[in-house]
């Protein structure tokens, strides 16, 4: 493989296990994908699939106890985050890798300044002096957007709307030109003027400075406007990755389908929303077989009883069915019960 | 941060306004009557009589408050019926006293409570936590008197490394210190616990981590600030809780300071000095209380003075 075509992060096999009173839940079970240098990832899925605990545990910032890294690896730049130690994990954080949360309102400090937010990143990783920090951050400030920034930089979180803490917490994620940016749900607290403007940024930003993206997020609309790639999850598995174009035209996974299904069409006459009938599994009890056969309408035995690998369809389409392997019998389709 | 400061202050001048008229409306239900009182036993009608006009006992009680109002702003706190001196000259003596040995037990409460409440917080749950969280409660449950005697014989009889009583010297305001901030202490280590506890959970925790900050920075800079918003709180009514206590503690250690001198008054029905007494006690709590406001707006700058 050729070095520019190495990719930046290579997830393998992550596991992500909380320990509770009612057992082992395994939030985030055994994923794989990779992110090259200027590329955006979605993620997607609903509430609770995992995928924030997933951008979570790429920085190693799980709430542990109770949460835990079980297995897999992070290879960011060839080095596993898994097993780095502590101190050189946290050179990586907010300098390599930075994150942006889902709420603004709550993630910057109340009682700092927010000039004084970005710049103690500044101050720390780049070694800056505290005179040159506060004016990068200012600049960043303005990078993002916000009008007079020197005299916002001495605000407090609570004196800015939510669309500006949020341009906040962009402006503090970017101030080391970090190689990766995690964006958990950057636009969900946002209302939909906001939404796209942050997401405008993010891009604007994205090709100045080359970063790669991974957006996580339950919104499909974000993932059509930014996304190059998709990794959809379902109950802590990823079921399908494939290009952005190829899960919107031809979704291979029942779960994908499913989801795009019951997006509303404006064009059509619709008297009832579509849904996927049926319930997420319980994280604490886990299906042997496909997670998603309960609700799949394709299920033959051998789903509820194996569970299926994530194998390549085509060359740019991985999904985990049991449809697309030689194992499948078709037998619905034939009786047509599908 | 100015303009809050002047009209906080330009507020405690109606509170204080209330505070004369309480003590002088209490004062006003003690049972006895203080011309008979003067005037000793079996002195004549017409003596008591004479003192009664001369205090201005007579006049209708609006009117008394009203005459007990202009004097107090004129700094007249009236004469000791003990010994006939200006209340206000032996105020003066006893104030300071009282303030140094409140400062210092503030000190201990502060300081102990929240490094032991930092401390527990940074590792809940483990040896130390519950450690130190059970010395709290023994101090929460402790009573004054008891622990101020214990203190007393252990340092200072048995060790012999600390004065017993009185007030001469810094090494006689330890143990007096100590026995008043020991509880304050206790309830501000809890608090600071829970504090800390429920701030480090905020999301602003996880993005000062994701930042790459270092824990000692997390805990000190971006937890602690926003975890002594409530423990301010609370160390402003233990200041109140503290100022009650020196009453106990004073006397205990013979301490010839504000309370001791309020308890004394009390036995020998001297109601012109007990007014006075606690008139000062009432002012320092309503300084303390200016102070806390201001310390809480500096913290919290959310705070808006309507």
Same mark, same amino acid.
């Given at each position: 493989m050729k070095e ?8 393998k ?24 240098k ?32 079980a ?63 506060w ?12 009008p ?24 503090m ?9 995690i ?26 400075i ?34 952005t ?60 009883a ?19 392997t ?8 034939k009786e047509g019960?599908? | 941060?100015?303009?809050?400061i ?12 209330g ?66 001196? %200006? ?8 104030? %300071? ?24 917080a ?7 936590d ?6 709290a ?14 203190l ?6 048995k060790l012999?490394i600390? %004065? ?5 010297s ?32 905020q999301?602003y925790?996880?993005t ?63 109601? %012109? ?22 310390f ?11």
């Open positions: 520019s075509n190495r990719p930046i992060l290579e997830v096999g992550l596991k992500t296990h909380f320990t509770t009173k009612r057992g082992v839940s395994k939030a985030v079970d055994g994923i794989d994908f990779t992110l090259h200027g590329e955006t990832l979605g993620i997607v899925g609903e509430s609770g699939c995992g995928k924030s605990m997933t951008s979570l545990s790429i920085l190693r910032l799980i709430p542990s106890p109770p949460g835990k890294i297995g897999g690896s992070v290879l960011f730049k060839g080095r596993d985050l898994v097993t780095m130690p502590e101190d050189e994990m946290r050179k990586i954080r907010g300098n390599e890798i930075s994150m942006i949360f889902q709420e603004p309102m709550t993630s910057l400090n109340p009682v700092i300044p927010v000039g004084e937010q970005i710049a103690e990143a500044l101050r720390l990783h780049q070694k800056m002096g505290k005179k040159a920090a004016d990068k951050s200012v600049d960043m400030l303005k990078m993002v957007g916000i007079s920034p020197d005299k916002r930089a001495k605000q407090e979180p609570f004196q800015l709307s939510g669309g500006m803490r949020q341009r906040v917490m962009i402006a994620a970017l101030a080391c030109t970090p190689e990766v940016l964006a958990d749900e950057p636009t969900t607290a946002l209302d939909v003027t906001i939404q796209a403007q942050i997401l405008e940024l993010i891009k604007e930003l994205q090709t100045k080359g970063m790669g993206v991974i957006m996580i997020t339950h919104d499909l609309g974000v993932v059509a406007e930014t996304c190059d790639k998709v990794a959809v999850m379902y109950a802590g598995n990823i079921v399908e990755h494939a290009s174009e190829q899960i919107f035209a031809d979704p291979k996974h029942p779960y994908t389908q499913g989801l795009l299904n019951s997006l509303p069409k404006i064009h059509e006459d619709q008297e009832e929303l579509i849904t996927i009938d049926g319930s997420v599994p319980s994280p604490y009890n886990m299906p042997g077989g496909c997670r998603f056969a309960s609700r799949c309408p394709y299920a033959e035995d051998i789903c509820a194996h569970q299926p690998d994530l194998v390549s369809y085509s060359e740019d389409i991985k999904v985990r069915c049991w449809k697309y030689d194992k499948w019998t078709g037998k619905r389709d019960v599908v | 941060m100015l303009m809050f002047l009209r906080r202050i330009l507020q405690t001048i109606p509170v204080i306004i505070v004369t008229f309480v003590v002088f409306f209490i004062m006003q239900l003690v049972p006895g009557d203080p011309a008979v009182l003067l005037a000793g036993e079996g002195a004549s009608k017409e003596t008591i009589e004479a003192i009664r006009d001369q205090l201005g006992l007579n006049q209708p009680l609006y009117i008394q408050y009203f005459e007990y109002l202009t004097s107090v702003f004129k700094g007249d706190l009236g004469v000791s019926l003990k010994n006939s001196q %200006p209340v206000l000259d032996e105020i003066l003596v006893r104030l %300071p006293i009282t303030i140094e040995l409140a400062f210092f037990s503030i000190i201990i409460t502060i300081v102990l409570g929240m490094a032991a409440g930092i401390i527990s940074v590792k809940p749950y483990s040896l130390t519950v450690s130190v969280m059970l010395v409660l023994l101090g929460i449950s402790l009573p004054s008197f008891w622990f101020g005697l214990m007393m014989y252990f340092f200072s009889v012999q600390l %004065p017993v009583a009185g007030w001469d810094l090494l006689h305001v330890i143990l007096p210190a100590i026995t008043l901030g020991a509880g304050g202490a206790a309830i501000v280590a809890r608090m600071t616990r829970s504090s800390m506890l429920e701030v480090i959970r999301d925790i996880r000062a981590r994701a930042k790459g900050l270092r824990e000692r920075i997390i805990i000190y800079k971006h937890a602690l600030r926003n975890a002594l918003i409530p423990v301010i709180t609370v160390v402003g009514l233990q200041f109140g809780a503290l100022l009650g206590g020196t009453v106990l503690v004073e006397s205990i250690f013979a301490i010839n300071g504000l309370g001791r001198m309020i308890v004394d008054a009390i036995r020998m029905r001297d109601l %012109p000095m007990v007014q006075g007494g606690v008139l000062f006690a009432s002012l320092i709590f309503v300084v303390v209380n200016l102070f806390v406001d201001v809480y707006r500096f913290f919290n700058k959310r705070i808006e003075l309507n």
